[in-house]
Nanobody, 125 residues
Framework: QVQLVESGGGLVQAGGSLRLSCAASGGTFSTYAMGWFRQAPGKEREFVAAISWRGASTSYADSVKGRFTISRDNAKNAVYLQMNSLKPEDTAVYYC??????????????????WGQGTQVTVSS
């Protein structure tokens, strides 16, 4: 059973930066594609970024491209989301997710079999 625990969320002013971390335990982390999703109040959960199992391939939602960077450290069983130039519309609960079946991370929720509990990111204007 894979367990994912996010950390690093908080309150930041617009234009600021945050780095989210996701620590994985159980399973074989280095063989999983990983993704970040977010859910704003009153909205559906949406894709943010994904990374392949070795980190060679990444993908991003258009809304965060150029501002967010996903990375992973397989030696530490961790995946990260560096968020720069934050905007109020980035306010959401951010979730880490693992896909043990594919090499490259997808954009659909149903492709991911394991989820963390989420971490709140609030960007003030």
């Amino acid at each position: 059973q894979v367990q994912l625990v996010e950390s690093g969320g908080g309150l930041v002013q617009a234009g600021g930066s945050l780095r989210l971390s996701c620590a994985a335990s159980g399973g074989t982390f280095s063989t999983y594609a990983m993704g970040w999703f977010r859910q704003a109040p009153g909205k559906e959960r949406e894709f943010v970024a994904a990374i392949s199992w070795r980190g060679a391939s990444t993908s991003y939602a258009d809304s965060v491209k150029g501002r967010f960077t996903i990375s992973r450290d397989n030696a530490k069983n961790a995946v990260y989301l560096q968020m720069n130039s934050l905007k109020p519309e980035d306010t959401a609960v951010y979730y880490c997710a693992a896909d043990p079946k594919r090499v490259r991370g997808g954009v659909r929720e149903e492709e991911y079999g394991y989820w963390g509990q989420g971490t709140q990111v609030t960007v003030s204007s």
